[in-house]
């Protein structure tokens, strides 16, 4: 198990950060997204040093970190591209669309607020969980915890979030009525 100090970060960060720069432009041939995506993995790095249990070497783990961010942003950026691709249509072909899309828009930022107002941990596993689709297992042994914790987290992140969003329910409802 590898533990991090601000010494061994720096040291890592000057050792591998490049190298990683380039890793990941293979991937989304993008230089600013690249450093972007490298720069976000040192950070989580960083703020869960405390928490990581890390089994492979630090440059092991960091190139297969590396790696998943990018596949998941690359998934990312074909879902948003297929998104603005159908609105564009469905906007050139239904003009209410707009409005659908108006409502689509509200209750999504509706729910991410619900999501950051969740409490840090219950927020981390929920986002682990439904935005990286990491397993239980994963989650419980990334941040050094049970599965029965990771369970527990997401029924409170579920259970709180039901609370937050029941306003929206009705808007929920229409939109999926409207959608069909």
């Known amino acids: 198990m590898l533990r991090i100090d601000k010494t061994s970060f720096e040291q890592l960060f000057r050792e591998l950060h490049t190298p990683l720069c380039r ?3 293979t991937f989304l041939r993008d230089e600013a997204e690249a450093e972007e995506t490298v720069q976000n993995v040192f950070v989580m790095l960083w703020e869960r040093r ?3 249990h890390i089994l492979t070497s630090m440059k092991s783990y960091l190139y297969q970190t590396v790696h998943n961010r990018c596949l998941n942003n690359l ?3 074909k879902i948003k591209d297929a998104y603005k691709t159908y609105n564009q249509d469905q906007l050139n072909q239904n003009p209410s669309y707009a409005s659908h899309l108006a409502i689509h828009n509200e209750l999504s930022a509706r ?6 107002s969740l409490p840090e941990q219950c927020r981390r596993v929920f986002q682990m969980s439904r935005v990286d689709e990491l397993k239980y297992a994963e989650i419980a042994e990334i941040l050094s915890i049970s599965i029965k914790t990771v ?14 969003l029941a306003d929206y329910l009705v808007l929920l409802l229409y939109f999926l009525c409207i959608s069909h």
Do not use: G
């Not at 729910?111 to 950051?116: G, K, P, T, V």
């Open 75 to 77: 998934k990312h950026e």
């Open 111 to 116: 729910i991410e607020e619900a999501i950051q």
């Open 151 to 164: 369970e527990n987290h997401m029924a409170k992140a579920l259970k709180l979030l039901r609370e937050k």
């Open 50 to 52: 405390q928490d990581l």
């Open 23 to 25: 890793y990941a432009y």
